[in-house]
């Protein structure tokens, strides 16, 4: 059974480590972090982005895929599904669907329309049971055609969105979408501070975590941070695995051409990469 999100952050932020959110675009990514997130008895978000909602043939097609692994696996950690950087008429389509834990990016709205459109979203997502998650300053790099430069949110901005009621807050401390570059400057952790010292016991998202440094991570996790979002990672893991089963030729011995046998490297290079990040985020064994 799907959950909410709230309770998993707040005791993250409690007790100083954070929980994984990992995107998903088809079974097999599904399948194995589920797993995974069973194996390490840690509590797990599976991120939907707009584009991956289409892909899979629509938000009710994802909620059913998800709901049904979760019984026939056997999951018994908590999971929520997360509609990621969702568009003010996509949040409302993901609340519609089924999904536990929306995303509302209003970062690319001036200040006061953000907080008009995610104080609606608040009351619509809560008298569903459904947690929500809002942004302030653009997060570098490209999500869905949005893309932002790694700005710096306001702490202040980042106060009048918390008061609306808001579960969690994902917040511009210069992380990026994708690959970091070599010149990237790193996390502004004076930024973070402020945020964390306006918005209290909310919980902070973390986007754009492929490639932060751990002891970054770590820090971020001590300054507040309860979500962490990753991707990139599971993405580049899983075209690597993939590459070299093709390269060695193993696609041609026998039927090492069906897919169930193509993607398996894949597979677990993906359980391989959630299983690292799980603890270093300091989530095992906290279901």
Not at 142 to 162: F, H, L, Q, W, Y
Not at 211 to 232: E, H, R, S
């Amino acid at each position: 059974m799907l959950v909410s999100a709230t309770e998993m952050l707040n005791k993250a932020k409690a007790g100083h480590y954070a929980v994984g959110q990992f995107n998903i675009n088809n079974l097999e990514w599904t399948k194995a972090i589920l797993q995974t997130a069973q194996e390490l008895n840690s509590p797990v978000i599976l991120g939907v982005s707009e584009g991956a909602g289409k892909y899979m043939t629509g938000y009710k097609t994802v909620v059913g895929m998800v709901n049904g692994m979760l019984e026939e696996l056997n999951i018994t950690v908590p999971v929520a599904l997360h509609l990621d950087h969702g568009s003010y008429d996509g949040c409302y389509k993901g609340l519609e669907a089924g999904f536990s834990s929306i995303m509302f990016d209003g970062s690319h709205y001036p200040i006061d329309e953000n907080v008009e459109k995610t104080t609606e979203l608040v009351k619509a997502a809560h008298e569903k049971g459904v947690s929500i998650e809002a942004e302030v300053g653009a997060i570098g790099g490209e999500e869905d055609g949005v893309i932002g430069m790694g700005e710096c949110a306001d702490p202040n901005e980042c106060k009048r969105i918390a008061d609306l009621g808001v579960d969690f807050l994902a917040a511009g401390i210069g992380n990026i979408h994708g690959k970091y570059p070599a010149n990237w400057k790193g996390l502004s952790f004076e930024t973070l501070d402020a945020i964390q010292q306006l918005t209290g016991d909310l919980p902070l998202v973390l986007h754009g975590g492929t490639g932060i440094p751990a002891d970054m991570i770590k820090k971020a996790i001590a300054l507040g941070v309860a979500k962490i979002n990753v991707n990139t990672e599971c993405q580049l893991a899983f075209a690597a695995a993939t590459r070299k089963y093709i390269e060695e030729g193993k696609d041609e011995q026998g039927k090492g051409y069906d897919p169930r046998k193509l993607l398996a490297p894949g597979f677990e290079a993906i359980k391989a990469t959630v299983k690292e990040k799980m603890e270093l985020f300091g989530s095992v064994d906290k279901a």
